[in-house]
């Protein structure tokens, strides 16, 4: 059974249409969208034995749009996804961020910066992480 404390998903989803109606009476009619601070976009990050790899949804930016640093155990990629006006439109909803945004992520262990990749692919940044060394298990056979 679950926890008193927990709401549901849909409840969150109930509490933002609601919140977007109300808004958009206040507004005008112009519905806003409610984005993470800064047009955050959602990431993973996992590691094997050899690397640590970050996943980054980045739908409408192209790589001359990214920029990505690797500076001790952090990660920060910056991004800009650019505005498309289209003449003569007239705009009934307007949810998707142009705004500038960066994410960062400090890694538990130093990496090697020198090997360090990135592929955007279908709207889905990956970037591979390579650990040092003296990072990557090294199995010891028992003589």
Same mark, same amino acid.
């Given at each position: 059974?679950?926890?008193?404390?927990?709401?549901?998903?849909?409840?969150?989803?109930?509490?933002?249409?609601?919140?977007?109606?109300?808004?958009?009476?206040?507004?005008?009619?112009?519905?806003?969208?409610?984005?993470?601070?800064?047009?955050?976009?959602?990431?993973?990050?996992?590691?094997?034995?050899?690397?640590?790899?970050?996943?980054?949804?980045?739908?409408?930016?192209?790589?001359?749009? =990214?920029?990505?640093? *690797?500076?001790?155990?952090? #990660?920060?990629? $910056?991004? /800009?996804?650019?505005?498309?006006?289209? !003449?003569?439109?007239?705009?009934?909803?307007?949810?998707?961020?142009?705004?500038?945004?960066?994410?960062?992520?400090?890694?538990?262990?130093?990496?090697?910066?020198?090997?360090?990749?990135?592929? =955007?692919?279908?709207? *889905?940044?990956?970037?591979? #992480?390579?650990? $040092?060394? /003296?990072?990557?298990?090294?199995?010891? !056979?028992?003589?």
């Amino acid at each position: 059974m679950p926890s008193k404390n927990l709401i549901p998903h849909t409840s969150f989803e109930n509490l933002h249409q609601q919140m977007n109606r109300w808004l958009s009476d206040v507004w005008g009619g112009h519905e806003p969208a409610f984005v993470l601070p800064g047009g955050l976009t959602p990431m993973n990050v996992w590691e094997d034995n050899e690397a640590f790899y970050v996943q980054m949804e980045m739908p409408g930016i192209g790589k001359d749009g =990214l920029e990505i640093n *690797v500076f001790n155990r952090e #990660l920060n990629v $910056t991004g /800009k996804r650019e505005e498309v006006e289209q !003449e003569g439109a007239t705009y009934h909803r307007r949810e998707r961020s142009t705004e500038t945004f960066r994410r960062a992520i400090e890694l538990p262990i130093e990496i090697d910066h020198e090997n360090v990749s990135a592929e =955007l692919l279908n709207g *889905v940044l990956t970037v591979r #992480l390579p650990k $040092t060394t /003296k990072a990557v298990p090294k199995k010891v !056979e028992v003589q």
